[in-house]
């Protein structure tokens, strides 16, 4: 009897440790759909960090500039740790050639 | 007593994958070859119209290294009436170019990648590319002039 109960405990254990493993798994997936980002609206963020609607990190490629803006901030790396990047794009420059790579975090 | 050590073992397991499964969502999964070439198709045509074909060279370099950064495959072949100072195209190599004046039959064999077939001529001019945006799972190939 006893071993009839530590055996429907480790299947009900396991269904729910399942269930929650799936849960993680998919609910992170689906709600970083990138699809909602457009580049285009997206250009205008610049390393002056006058937009506070985003957690982003922007590389000049020319001069390896790191810059992270947090919703209008200037920040140090320590302040994204705990985000994760859900978008990211290589523009060629805004008003010249000066490529970077945008980064968005949520 | 066996069970429980299994019952433990099953759980450490489970919570083991799910912090596997939580961390290692990085940006290249969510990141698609679709997207990385959207994003040079819009680029390229961006610095032709607003910077001029001069940069375009420079622009690809850029991309290759990014992409090469995020494990992903990228390469091109280009047809064009510019100078780009992009290598030139012997037949083997990638990431070239075929310069031209007058006119230029484009084909499977010159593409490698893209199944197009028609013959360009200049003026007006031309820059085509043809790319293939590939990581371990799936692959984006696409041709555009601009």
């Known amino acids: 009897m006893r071993s009839w109960i530590i055996l429907i405990e480790l299947a009900f254990s396991i269904i729910l440790l399942t269930f929650f493993f799936l849960y993680t798994y998919y609910s992170k997936s689906n709600n ?3 699809y909602t980002f457009d580049p285009n609206n997206l250009i205008y963020l610049n390393t002056s960090c006058n937009n506070n609607l985003y957690i982003y990190e922007i590389i000049n490629l020319t001069n390896s500039n790191i810059t992270i803006c947090y919703f209008g901030k200037q ?21 010249y050639f000066d490529p970077y790579i945008l980064i968005i975090f949520k | 007593m066996k069970s429980q050590y299994i019952l433990l073992a099953t759980i450490a397991i489970i919570i083991i994958l799910s912090f596997i499964t939580y961390y290692n969502l990085s940006p290249i999964k969510n990141i698609n070859p679709n997207l990385i070439g959207k994003n040079f198709e819009d680029q390229i045509t961006y610095i032709y119209q607003n910077f001029g074909y001069n940069y375009i060279s420079n622009y690809t370099i850029y991309f290759q290294n990014y992409t090469k950064y995020i494990n992903y495959n990228f390469s091109f072949i280009c047809i064009s009436s510019y100078n780009l100072s992009i290598q030139k195209c012997t037949g083997n190599n990638i990431n070239c170019c075929y310069y031209f004046n007058g006119y230029f039959v484009v084909n499977k064999s010159i593409l490698k990648y893209c199944n197009e077939n028609f013959i360009l001529y200049n003026p007006p001019n031309w820059i085509c590319f043809c790319y293939n945006v590939s990581n371990s799972d799936s692959y984006y190939i696409n041709f555009f002039c601009i």
């Open chain 1, 32 to 34: 970083y759909n990138i």
């Open chain 1, 75 to 95: 920040v140090n790396s320590t302040y994204i740790q705990n985000y994760e990047p859900i978008f990211e794009y290589l523009y060629a420059g805004q008003n």
